[in-house]
């Protein structure tokens, strides 16, 4: 799969890190969010979900309400969707280490067989639906939602059915959203730190600053 939109989330609060602008705090001396918004550089659109500013080439918007959380943020993105675009790339803006090869990962899992996955190859066919998102998981299995590709219809369903069931998105828990979708989780298999780690403490910030080096 070749086109793709890329929706970025760069609204959370960060109070680990006294409330700053985390995805404007700089690794290798490069914003975090600018860092993101690289690694999808052949992703059309790109939206920036948050406060703020938008790199040149970058559509901004903001979730309903400010700091409404991921799901918002995440209905916000889609809506600056064509409705023909057929993946969509949901990334935290504080993922330093994220990579056009990691990207292209789950692009490439997206469509392929459950038990092909985890594989070097992707296979050919499969009787069985395609996924609605591939996302990485980590050593102790656990998802990484916010370094993921999704399909927006399937994205789109889930927002509604969210809606009827809460009366409202802001709030509401990521997993609350994917629950339902039929996710493909994948390793990655590439070396090198892990394209989803995050930096939500001085400490990563600067485990992150000696990786990018």
């Known amino acids: 799969m070749s086109a793709y939109a890329a929706v970025v989330l760069a609204g959370g609060a960060a109070r680990r890190l006294g409330g700053l602008d985390k995805p404007a705090l700089p690794v290798g001396g490069v914003p975090m969010r600018e860092r993101v918004l690289t690694a999808v550089a052949d992703a059309s659109p790109r939206i920036l979900v948050g406060p703020g500013p938008a790199p040149p080439g970058v559509r901004l ?7 409404g959380g991921p799901v918002a943020a ?3 993105g889609l809506a600056l969707l064509d409705a ?5 790339a949901l990334l935290a803006a504080d993922l330093p280490l994220l990579t056009r090869s990691a990207v292209g990962e789950l692009l490439r899992h997206l469509d392929t067989a ?4 985890s594989s070097a190859e992707p296979a050919a066919s499969s009787s069985e639906p395609p996924a609605d998102g591939v996302c990485f998981v980590d050593a102790d299995g656990r998802r990484q939602s916010l370094c993921g590709v999704w399909r927006p219809a399937a994205l789109r369903a889930a927002l509604d059915r969210l809606t009827v069931r809460r009366g409202g998105l802001a709030g509401a828990a990521l997993r609350e959203l994917l629950a339902d979708l039929a996710v493909r989780e994948l390793t990655w298999p ?12 001085e400490r990563d910030l600067r485990q992150a600053e000696e990786w990018s080096r």
Not at 114 to 117: D, L, V, W
Request: charged share 20%; with cysteine.
């Open 61 to 67: 918007t903001r979730e309903s309400p400010p700091g």
């Open 74 to 76: 995440t209905a916000a």
């Open 84 to 88: 023909d675009v057929p993946a969509v």
């Open 114 to 117: 459950p038990a092909a996955s």
């Open 190 to 201: 590439g070396e090198g730190p892990a394209p989803w780690f995050d930096c939500d403490t």
